[in-house]
């Protein structure tokens, strides 16, 4: 290893800056504070997760490591036992609802939570292993020595904070990934917008709807309700209110001249909706960008002195069954503290010195999952996905449940054939993308 | 293109549901000029906050008080440069409680 040169200037003020205390960052800190390595954890809201949200699942198992029996701890709304996909028209929903109630005993599976709490779980847990928490703070730039990241300039008074690795954990705009020349020009097409609501309604109202009780809870993600814009929606429980939003793409959203809350108003009054949410207020309104495209947008990861992780290595998992973020950012952020901590150690920070952060995503689920399914966010914002399916699997529903005496039954296949023939859906490319969904999955 | 159609909510009241703390400076601008010989406005349909509205003298006025700081506006623009975009000063903008 050769050794590392100590920059001109002072020695820095800290081993590792993280900025952004979300996921990626607070799981970063944590892996570092417990290493023994000075850590500084930047956040730019008041407090962390106060400018985060999403689709509403987080899936624990990546903590099983990091805080051993998390799940007494963790501040979620309910463990997910109902997990339901439905494909919809304008008037018709199909909808495979798939029940477990292992997923509703420890270790469990997945918790919907509020950002704002869980976040702020996670840093907290950063910070009591001996990481300095600077809230209220944006790092407005890098500060660097020739190619070399050795700090972050912040908005604050004489704000300029030094260190000997910098972590990228500032979401999905990530202006310090692009300042240090780690991102393609961006592609629009390659995010969508989510948005949502959060509905209030008494928790006995949410019990009775859903069929569950007590802690636990349903996630539904929905396809064919977003009109002529690719994307989709979700519906799901938290204690004492519902999360429906939507999930649309960026510029086809941009060209089809309705606006997203708009779109959202149609989901919400869809007759396989409507009854769920009836009744309820809204209790907050919010939107996020999300990096859609996944392993095919990615940045480099890894420059000198500087680590990228979570949304803002556009680490998100969109493949439609799948939809996953917050375990992808904590895995990341896990695996980035991990590898700045023993560069440090080897007092080479370098892109070489760090290069073991790369080694440990590609040897967890980060970017095998990522690798794996890198053509899934793409079908499943097809033509296929988005308009033929919901269309057609509907359409095969009604007909084969709508009884038709004195006429005798159609029978399958002339239902699929005339589905199919109503949607332009050749056999042959059928058969195609059916192959090719196939092999997207896995 | 209105909200109107859905009396169960106000776009207004819609927005009165987040806690957004204002800081003096705004960390949108927006290059009126550009924005003149814009033919698509992308911006104006996809602002999740409505931020965007077209004037009658076909340019653009925006306001960065009700920002979600999403980054929407600026990735769906299609003249370089016309939206400048950074992240309010630390402590500002958009704080989420229920998300």
């Given at each position: 290893m050769p050794e590392f040169d100590v920059p001109q200037f002072d020695v820095p003020q800290f081993d590792v800056i993280v900025v952004g205390a979300g996921p990626a960052g607070s799981a970063a800190a944590l892996e570092l504070a417990r290493a023994g390595r000075s850590v500084c954890l930047l956040e730019r809201g008041p407090y962390p997760g106060s400018k985060n949200m999403y689709g509403g699942v987080v899936y624990g198992r990546v903590l099983d490591n990091l805080i051993p029996r998390w799940w007494e701890e963790a501040p979620i709304q309910r463990w997910v036992t109902r997990r339901s996909t439905m494909l919809m028209t304008g008037n018709q929903a199909l909808t495979v609802d798939y029940r477990s109630d292992a997923w509703g005993e420890a270790p469990y599976n997945g918790a919907t939570a509020f950002r704002p709490e869980f976040d702020a779980w996670l840093a907290a847990k950063a910070e009591a292993a001996g990481a300095v928490l600077i809230c209220s703070t944006t790092a407005t730039g890098l500060l660097k020595d020739g190619q070399r990241v050795v700090g972050v300039r912040t908005d604050r008074p004489d704000g300029d904070l030094t260190a000997q690795v910098v972590i990228c954990?500032?979401?999905?705009?990530s202006f310090l990934a692009k300042e240090a020349g780690?991102?393609?020009?961006?592609?629009?097409?390659n995010y969508t917008l989510g948005v949502k609501e959060t509905i209030a309604l008494p928790r006995e109202v949410i019990d009775e709807r859903f069929a569950v009780r007590g802690d636990h809870g349903v996630d539904i993600e929905i396809l064919g309700c977003t009109g002529n814009v690719p994307g989709g929606g979700f519906l799901y429980t938290n204690a004492e209110s519902l999360g429906v939003g939507l999930v649309l793409s960026l510029p086809e959203l941009a060209k089809c001249g309705r606006r997203p809350e708009e779109i959202l108003a149609d989901l919400k009054t869809h007759p396989a909706i409507a009854p769920l949410i009836e009744g309820g207020e809204i209790k907050e309104y919010s939107a996020h960008v999300i990096p859609e495209a996944g392993y095919k947008m990615m940045p480099e990861l890894i420059g000198d002195g500087i680590l990228v992780a979570g949304d803002a290595a556009a680490m998100c998992l969109a493949a439609g069954i799948w939809l996953e973020g917050v375990n992808f950012a904590i895995g990341a952020g896990s695996a980035a503290g991990q590898a700045a901590a023993r560069a440090v150690q080897r007092k080479d920070t370098s892109a070489a010195g760090l290069q073991d952060y790369r080694r440990r995503l590609e040897a967890n689920f980060v970017l095998s999952d990522h690798r794996k399914f890198r053509e899934a966010p793409h079908l499943v914002m097809s033509d296929l996905a988005q308009q033929q399916l919901p269309r057609i699997a509907c359409g095969v529903m009604e007909q084969l449940f709508t009884v038709t005496n004195p006429d005798p039954k159609p029978g399958m296949r002339k239902i699929i054939r005339s589905q199919m023939k109503l949607n332009n859906l050749k056999l042959r490319d059928a058969i195609g993308q059916g192959v090719k969904a196939l092999r997207t999955f896995g | 293109m209105s909200t109107d159609s859905y009396p169960e909510i106000s776009f207004e009241s819609r927005m009165s549901s987040v806690e957004f703390r204002v800081h003096e400076r705004a960390h949108i601008t927006v290059d009126g000029k550009k924005c003149a010989d814009c033919s698509t406005r992308g911006c104006i349909t996809a602002c999740p906050a409505n931020l965007f509205v077209p004037t009658a003298d076909g340019g653009v006025l925006f306001n960065y008080e009700l920002c979600f700081e999403c980054g929407t506006c600026y990735m769906v623009c299609n003249e370089e440069g016309a939206i400048t975009w950074s992240y309010p000063?630390?402590?500002?903008?958009v704080v989420f409680h229920n998300t």
């Open positions: 954990c500032d979401g999905v705009n780690l991102y393609a020009p961006s592609d629009p097409a | 000063e630390g402590g500002h903008g």
